[in-house]
């Protein structure tokens, strides 16, 4: 099944704001998986770098408010594939500012992912 993402991940910046992204994540991390929360994860904290490019970090938004939007492209509540276009946004977006991406803004996901998921092997993007 070919994975649908949106086309420009800005519209939804609207969406975006960090009490409902941690919001979400919380609600969703068992479901989504380590995968998806880790992408999202790593794109929260290079959006907190003060060193990023502004067009960077709007791209960001927009897909973490992809992500936090409720009603997408494959509904979130549909089981394995509700989550696929939300990381198919992730995935792009990171693969788009992974220049960024320093080791610290890595330790800092991978701490958080460990809160949630406790010792497990760190997921490729």
Partial sequence: METK???????????????????????????????????????YYVLKSPDVLIKDKAMIIG????????VDLIPDF???AGYADDMAALVACYNAVKDNVT???EQQ?????????????????
């Avoid at 939804?12 to 919380?26: A, I, M, N, P, T």
């Avoid at 996901?109 to 993007?125: H, S, V």
């Fill in 5 to 43: 993402q949106p086309k420009d991940v800005k519209v939804y910046q609207k969406y975006y704001s960090e009490s409902g992204f941690w919001k979400k994540l919380g609600k969703v991390a068992i479901v989504a998986g380590s995968r998806l929360i880790y992408c999202a994860l790593l794109l």
């Fill in 103 to 105: 080791p610290e803004i």
């Fill in 78 to 80: 549909i089981p394995v």
């Fill in 109 to 125: 996901a991978q701490e958080k992912l460990a809160d949630w998921f406790g010792d497990i092997a760190i997921p490729e993007l």
């Fill in 63 to 70: 897909a973490l408010g992809y992500f936090i939007l409720p």
